[in-house]
């Protein structure tokens, strides 16, 4: 089946410091990627989509300067969460599809101190 | 845009039991619904999905059922266990191509007690 990881699968970082997440499909190509950040016993909510050789389609409300996407190849895309604050502690999981199933990433903690 | 309701919220039931989660969506364009199991901490994992062209699908003790004109669907866990216990999100998808954008419920927290 298809398989998507991430890394890193934890991160602690201090205020103001860059954090970045890999995602990568490991058996298929994905020429779409998506971003999503989950809260404790909350929904996934969709951050943006990653396109592959142009610009990530973000949602209302998510900041693009913030969290900085780059899909450079068909099995790689990153998140960049730039200058991050304590509110930006939370579970990112990325997912790539193979024609209309998403198949999900293992998730990145990550904790702004 | 797409916008998908999920009920109950939460839901107990004893082991051996059935559990019956619904979704309802808005968007008639929609024509594919993944159902995702997530246990804490790690990712969503795909346990069955439908499409438009199907009633209803069924995959040992989980089937899946869907009423295009009533535009829902539902998730029917039979002889509940245990390790059943996790939280379920429903999904439309309003496209059949490659990497559909899905939008998901606000999920399901099912307690299977032993």
């Known amino acids: 089946g298809a398989v998507v990881s991430q890394h890193p699968s934890r991160v602690i970082c201090k205020s103001g410091t860059s954090v970045k997440i890999e995602c990568r499909s490991l058996d298929f190509q994905a020429t779409t990627m998506f971003w999503y950040r989950q809260f404790p016993k909350q929904s996934l909510m969709l951050m943006a989509t990653?396109?592959?050789?142009?610009?990530?389609?973000?949602e209302q409300g998510v900041e693009k300067d913030k969290f900085l996407i780059n899909h450079a190849s068909l099995t790689l895309s990153t998140l960049t969460v730039t200058s991050a604050h304590p509110e930006d502690s939370s579970f990112y999981i990325c997912?790539?599809?193979?024609?209309?199933?998403?198949?999900f990433g293992p998730g990145t903690r990550l904790l702004v101190l | 845009g797409e916008n998908v309701e999920q009920h109950p919220s939460t839901l107990s039931v004893q082991e051996g039991d059935s559990a019956v989660i619904k979704c309802t969506y808005s968007?008639?364009?929609?024509?594919?619904f993944p159902w995702y199991k997530q246990e804490l901490g790690k990712r969503p994992q795909l346990i069955i999905d439908i499409r438009s062209n199907v009633g209803e699908k069924k995959d040992q003790r989980i089937a899946v059922t869907l009423n295009k004109t009533a535009k829902h669907f539902s998730l029917h866990i039979t002889e509940t266990q245990p390790e059943d216990s996790a939280v379920y999100f429903c999904a439309a998808s309003p496209t059949n191509t490659n990497a559909g954008k899905s939008t998901f419920g606000d999920g399901t927290t099912l307690t299977v007690k032993p």
């Open positions: 968007d008639s364009a929609s024509n594919y």
């Open positions: 990653s396109n592959e050789g142009s610009k990530a389609t973000y």
């Open positions: 997912s790539a599809g193979q024609q209309e199933t998403q198949y």
